[in-house]
């Protein structure tokens, strides 16, 4: 048996209870070129984005009964503004740097 | 009771994911494979075998398909030939690394260029460092029961890793051979209802495959590599039980045929192990002192069975049915593995690869006599000539 770490434990094929905790290591919001923008007047709340959102970051409020969105790991696929049934979601360009760069502080 | 029946490598796959109450099956035609997804297609029409049929848009979304099935608790089964192996081979790791013991049933077939339909392994043994565990049979009944062989070893909680239940190509595939097929309860005693310890379930929400850290990675790596240095027990276990409930006789990885009082051995897996025992009956009638030595899992690899085994004779010539280009030994993938188990050995044999049988050839009888006075040759000049030989196609 090989000596791991306690701090280093990864969970059998790193398979883990949902939704997980963030990671501060692996942010991929800033990945994004572009951003989905919510109408919440026009949603309907079919749950679409919840669904189809490949990492989660469509949550549904439920006090307020509306979905919430997650900056900080949106990698912006826009599959969500695609799924949308009701016309709410839209998509708002990211890279408003002067030399369309984004600067990152961490390589993570 | 048992009935003995005749059937084609492929009907035999197809009946062995029947007994196995296979859950959900995803297909796209390649051949020589298709034919056990038309088996199976059957079934399923008739009422036969209850199982989700599901047609996919590509090997890749094949796997995909059974990748999630597997993932939700479902008993899965997909396969391939060919390139349509090597396709889906972005998915292997991540099944292997989700740790979900699904079935792949392969027909191998050479990989292009330019479409040879013909039988190689060179497909299915590209895959062999993605933690699937992976091993060839001979004949249709072999593939029958190295399926429930290998989904009860998959999904042992100490493995959790997917298999590649590999046949060659037309020659096992195509050709129908006897096949023993057990009692329903047999089968039942032998492979319990699947069950994965974290199965992806709305009332107990888990995430399987998120982005880990780079610090992770390691310990990932060192989880799967870990799986696979458990498995060979669970795999002896295993098949002795198999023994035991079906009245068959398998070694667990290596299997001798006529290897006492043997000088020199062919080393081989799959279908041609069948005329090199013909090959090995006709020689040792003639003085030859020859036996085989039959591989059944290529991953995990059996180092110590190999290097115990092979180390009791002067010469191996390793039958390669796949090929490594520019490797070490410059001929197949096999010798790397035979040597490497050998080198710790105080009395090591002459080894040589035999490329044989590759893009879909017969490896005759006279084949397999030529690469037995190159051994015996060798072993008389104390010495082997060249590392590969390509059958045929070289004078020794």
Known sequence: MFNIPKDKEVPLGCITPAPVTEQPMMITGNWRE??????NEKCNLCMSCIVYCPDACWQLNEAEDEPV?????????????????SGALSKAYELDFADGVVRLEKPF | ??????????????QAAK?????????YPIRPYTAIMMELAKMVANGELDAEFVHGEGEHAQLSVVFGAAAAGARALT??????VTYAFETYSPIAGGRVPLQMAIADRA???????????????????????LGWAEDPQEAFDNSLINYRVGEDHRVLLPQMVCQDGYFVSHIPGKVVLPEQSQVDEFLPPYKLPHPLDPHHPVSHGPQIRPDQGTIMDLQRAQAMLDTPKVIREVIDDYNRLFGRNYAPFVEEFMTDGAEMVFFIQGAHAMTARHAVRHLRAKGVKIGLVKLRFVRPWPTE??????SKFKAVGVIETSTSYGGAMRGGNLLHEVRASLYDCPQRPLTTSFMAGLGGEMVPLKDFYWMAEVMSNAIKAGKMKRNVYWVGFEEE
């Open chain 1, 34 to 39: 572009y951003r989905p923008v919510i109408d």
């Open chain 2, 111 to 133: 990989l292009d260029p330019p479409g040879d339909f013909g039988s190689e392994q060179t497909d299915a043994m590209s895959t062999r460092d993605q933690g699937w565990i």
């Open chain 2, 79 to 84: 396969g391939s030939s060919g390139v349509g």
């Open chain 2, 1 to 14: 009771m048992a009935k003995e029946v005749v059937l084609s490598g492929c009907a035999a796959s197809a």
């Open chain 2, 305 to 310: 069975d190999v290097a115990n085994i092979l």
């Open chain 2, 19 to 27: 007994y196995a109450r296979v859950e959900v099956i995803c297909s």
């Open chain 1, 69 to 85: 969105w997650n900056a900080k790991y949106c990698k912006g696929c826009l599959i969500c503004v695609n799924e949308c049934t």
